[in-house]
């Protein structure tokens, strides 16, 4: 009985790390979906100055992560959590996404500068 509490609370631990992962990606994804749009509208500067949010964002979703990560370096083992999985499932997307919306922006202002 005391190792299914054990592995309650440990599982628990990963709860509010899972969530601020999500939420701080999923911010990290707004901006990056505004600056694209900011780009689109000609705002190149504004755009820029919000994917420098988005980065802030996803770079605090990361360093959430990291914590877990370097806890398990140090001998500090957590069950699996499948919200934790689904956390860093959606961190790693949205890292992708802002990558790639970056490298679009790039594209764009490239493609208008040629006009």
Request: a negative charge.
């Amino acid at each position: 009985m005391s190792n299914t509490n054990e592995i309650t609370e440990q599982e628990n631990e990963l709860i509010p790390v899972a969530m601020q992962i999500i939420l701080y990606a999923g911010d990290a994804r707004k901006l990056a979906d505004e600056a694209f749009k900011l780009a689109k509208e000609g705002s190149s500067q504004s755009a820029n100055e919000k994917m420098q949010e988005a980065e802030k964002e996803i770079l605090k979703a990361h360093r959430s992560q990291t914590q877990i990560v370097q806890d398990e370096a140090r001998g500090v083992t957590h069950q699996p959590s499948l919200l934790f999985n689904h956390a860093q499932d959606h961190l790693m997307t949205i890292m992708t996404e802002i990558r790639m919306t970056k490298k679009m922006i790039e594209l764009y202002e490239l493609i208008v500068n040629l006009k």
